[in-house]
């Protein structure tokens, strides 16, 4: 069974502009959760969906934002840019919405704000 | 609020030498614990889950524990190897139905020694 996969893997982009990240949950997982990670901050939650509808944020600015698809793949965006937005983020599917499953993460998307 | 602490942030041992990971967290309130592994530059690795109702877990040279009342968690790496060099991330899975997200510790930053 393929793992999580996010694309792209890495970016670079200049302040005021705006990202967006996808991530593609293990087949059959209706999870999907999404990470920062920084050097000073560590690993940071900003929201979850499940089924397409977000259940849970983090205490992140409205700039960011995301959204689930119908088959479970979610996109995360990031508007107006700025250089404290440079991270890894990552992505993490679980089997289930409504028990405490392993969480499996991607790669990660490597974004870099100039 | 929850706060996950690990201890130390940095461990240097020669390899085939047995060893021990600190974390320790603020809300015994928790689910579950999750233990991962990151190479830089990369992702998450799933090492084990321990829900809160168990006390340890194992998978091959690997022992984790759990201590609810207390608050803290041990990761046991029986006689490392240089493979086992990463960063070793603990994470606490808070309860709370659709509320689940994990909240991590800082890591520990292992280098093993040929």
């Known amino acids: 069974k393929a793992g999580v996969t996010q694309t792209p893997r890495y970016l670079i982009k200049t302040r005021g502009q705006q990202v967006t990240l996808s991530c593609s949950p293990i087949s059959g997982h209706r999870s999907v959760s999404w990470y920062q990670q920084t050097p000073g901050q560590g690993l940071q939650f900003l929201f979850e969906?499940?089924?397409?509808?977000?259940?849970n944020k983090g205490n992140f600015p409205g700039r960011f934002s995301g959204r689930q698809f119908s088959n479970s793949r979610s996109e995360m965006n990031v508007s107006t840019l700025e250089l404290g937005d440079s991270a890894l983020y990552l992505c993490?599917?679980?089997?289930?919405?409504?028990?405490?499953?392993?969480?499996?993460f991607g790669p990660g998307t490597r974004l870099t704000v100039l | 609020k929850q706060e996950v602490t690990q201890i130390p942030a940095a461990l240097s041992v020669p390899e085939g030498e047995n060893l021990v990971l600190n974390c320790s967290f603020t809300d015994s309130a928790i689910y579950n614990l999750q233990w991962f592994r990151q190479d830089p530059g990369k992702g998450l690795t799933s090492l084990l889950l321990?829900?809160?109702?168990?006390r340890e877990q194992t998978s091959g040279r690997l022992n984790a524990s759990l201590d609810k009342s207390s608050g803290r968690s041990t990761l046991y790496i029986a006689a490392s190897q240089p493979g086992d060099s990463a960063t070793y991330l603990c994470a606490v899975g808070l309860s709370g139905g659709s509320n689940y997200k994990l909240t991590f510790g800082k890591g520990t930053l292992l280098t093993v020694n040929p």
């Open positions: 993490a599917s679980s089997s289930t919405g409504n028990t405490y499953n392993e969480q499996f």
């Open positions: 321990i829900q809160s109702s168990q």
């Open positions: 969906y499940f089924s397409e509808t977000q259940r």
